[in-house]
């Protein structure tokens, strides 16, 4: 028999092959297997090798999304084969998005799980921008929540918490329901004038922004025309943020065949 | 007259040199002068090409830290000589750390600043020890705080806020308050049995990581006793944390000078 391979769930970052880990871009060279969100640029998938496996699965506009169940049990079946798999996830795969649910499944069918962070997409918006998510006389921390509800339930976040304007907020999956969630803010005490930065394909060649505010969000018709997925920050950092930075040019270095790849 | 050099404020990431970003990896690579924190590993400073000036900067038990503005000084004096300057910070440089400040300091010096993010030590650590920082059914959201105080300031923080159960909350350089901060929390409503972890040197060969809970850590001889930084991880996901996680060995790729320095 074979033995088990493993599954390493790795995290694609924000979307700008650049800023995969070192660790996330060996692991995708060296798979047999990669099963991707749909969301997952082709520049990060095609990193692998020219005959591994390439599975998307996971949400996207006119796609019917592989059910959770289905991802699990795949997981577990590839790694049976005793192929690498790589689980290749947007962001960080322990932020949101259900890595935690598939590591644990993978573990109780005795299969050794590794998990390489990656980037968020606040983070890579923040860099994008120059806008801290931290800043020492208007936000002594960040906050990273979903706006995603499931069906019609209600939205069940701790509003009066989350209404700190000292503290950077981050919503995530929050464009469908942006309006409830500034007027809640709103009503829990944050001002209707504190800013709101809304970011559409982070680090992509697509990104795209508008800023607003927390009052005129909900009705924003620049927002609401944002390609998905879009991001949101809330608070004064958002004031900080710069027209643009400054875009070096990747430098030729020792490592050409990464340098190729990471481009492709 | 030279034209003014740029500056890249490169997030270092938590510790392994594996994390970091390829872009931070190519821009240590090319540097010409590396600015970095005293924490962040020699495997990593010594990314830089043997001509590379290193300068260390910051913070660390038994030495005398360079003042904020001298930093800033040091930063515009390098760049307005020509050379390419890496500003090297653990973790994130926009998320505590004060890299905001650095960016605005240059920017009005008229010269050029990029961000390279970093993953931070809370998804090091969460990676490291398999444990989510978000959880459908325990964690809605993640939060960073500092738990650092200026002198004898008291701790500013939205206490109630904060004393939510269904957050993760992961705090920064909080070792020498953490008994005021579990006190705190208790106080707002949170339960002397929520699960605490403490994590020292993170992702590094020297990492080690104790857990304890709101009304113990405070007076915890072990967690006392781990070498700084510490960071502290406040939630229902520590109860998740696997013993330990598959460790997979780095696999030798095409990009060789890559791969040999990011062991070195």
Same mark, same amino acid.
């Given at each position: 028999?074979?033995?088990?391979?493993?599954?390493?769930?790795?995290?694609?970052?924000?979307? !700008?092959?650049?800023?995969?880990?070192?660790?996330?871009? %060996?692991?995708?060279?060296?798979?047999?297997?990669?099963?991707?969100? %749909?969301?997952?640029?082709?520049?990060?998938? !095609?990193?692998?090798?020219?005959?591994? =496996?390439?599975?998307?699965?996971?949400?996207?506009?006119?796609?019917?999304?592989?059910?959770?169940?289905?991802?699990?049990?795949?997981?577990?079946?590839?790694?049976?084969?005793?192929?690498?798999?790589?689980?290749?996830?947007?962001?960080?795969?322990?932020?949101?998005?259900?890595?935690?649910?598939?590591?644990?499944?993978?573990?109780?069918?005795?299969?050794?799980?590794?998990?390489?962070?990656?980037?968020?997409?606040?983070?890579?918006?923040?860099?994008?921008?120059?806008?801290?998510?931290?800043?020492?006389?208007?936000?002594?921390?960040?906050?990273?929540?979903?706006?995603?509800?499931?069906? !019609?339930?209600?939205?069940?976040?701790?509003?009066?918490?989350?209404?700190?304007?000292?503290?950077?907020?981050?919503?995530?999956?929050?464009?469908?329901?942006?309006?409830?969630?500034?007027?809640?803010?709103?009503?829990?005490?944050?001002?209707?004038?504190?800013?709101?930065?809304?970011?559409?394909?982070?680090?992509?060649? !697509?990104?795209? %922004?508008?800023?607003?505010?927390?009052?005129?969000?909900?009705?924003?018709?620049?927002? =609401?025309?944002?390609?998905?997925?879009?991001?949101?920050?809330?608070?004064?950092?958002?004031?900080?943020?710069?027209?643009?930075?400054?875009?070096?040019?990747?430098?030729?270095?020792?490592?050409?065949?990464?340098?190729?790849?990471?481009?492709?």
């Amino acid at each position: 028999m074979k033995p088990f391979g493993t599954v390493s769930l790795v995290g694609a970052g924000p979307g !700008d092959p650049e800023l995969l880990t070192l660790r996330a871009a %060996r692991r995708i060279l060296d798979a047999d297997v990669v099963v991707h969100d %749909r969301l997952v640029p082709t520049a990060i998938v !095609d990193l692998a090798r020219p005959g591994a =496996r390439r599975i998307p699965v996971g949400k996207r506009a006119g796609f019917h999304p592989v059910p959770q169940d289905d991802i699990n049990a795949l997981l577990v079946d590839l790694a049976m084969t005793g192929a690498h798999v790589v689980r290749l996830k947007g962001g960080d795969p322990f932020i949101f998005g259900r890595g935690s649910e598939e590591a644990a499944v993978l573990r109780r069918a005795g299969i050794a799980v590794e998990v390489v962070p990656g980037i968020t997409a606040a983070q890579g918006a923040a860099a994008s921008l120059g806008m801290p998510l931290t800043e020492r006389d208007c936000a002594t921390g960040v906050r990273y929540v979903t706006g995603h509800r499931k069906g !019609d339930a209600p939205l069940e976040l701790d509003w009066d918490g989350l209404a700190d304007p000292d503290t950077t907020l981050v919503v995530y999956m929050g464009a469908a329901n942006m309006a409830e969630i500034a007027a809640r803010l709103i009503a829990a005490g944050l001002s209707r004038d504190m800013p709101v930065l809304a970011v559409s394909k982070v680090t992509t060649p !697509d990104e795209a %922004r508008a800023t607003s505010s927390l009052g005129r969000v909900g009705a924003d018709p620049v927002i =609401r025309a944002l390609p998905s997925p879009v991001l949101f920050v809330v608070g004064r950092v958002v004031a900080l943020a710069e027209a643009g930075q400054a875009v070096l040019p990747e430098v030729a270095l020792h490592a050409p065949h990464l340098a190729e790849g990471a481009h492709a």
